[in-house]
């Protein structure tokens, strides 16, 4: 059975809206919403007037370019870890048959 959903409230540009979300989403949502907070912020500040339109389409696009190059920096270490372990399987193959215990000589 799914969990019932809880309405959170939510701050963005001194407006608090009511957000619908699931128990286990709730920190998250809160995380989401602080982060839009802060970049829309960001943009009102270093810009002297937008409207609240252009404001919304500067921060998602800066937070869509956030997600892509989060997704690339996770693309290139998903990347490293499968040449690591590829590495590893060939270090392992080439070790067996090998007798870690050194002979007398």
């Not at 404001?55 to 920096?73: E, K, P, R």
Request: charged content about 20%; hydrophobic content about 40%; proline content about 5%.
């Amino acid at each position: 059975m799914a969990a019932e959903q809880q309405s959170i409230p939510v701050k963005i540009l001194g407006q608090e809206y009511v957000i619908a979300c699931e128990p286990s989403e709730r920190e998250q949502l809160r995380a989401a919403a602080h982060y839009a907070n802060q970049k829309l912020l960001e943009i009102r500040d270093s810009n002297k007037v937008l409207g609240t339109e252009r404001l919304l389409v500067l921060a998602v696009l800066n937070i869509a370019n956030d997600l892509l190059t989060a997704n690339v920096a996770n693309s290139h270490f998903e990347q490293s870890l499968s040449r690591v372990a590829r590495m590893q399987q060939r270090i392992e193959g080439a070790l067996v048959g090998t007798d870690p215990t050194p002979q007398p000589g």
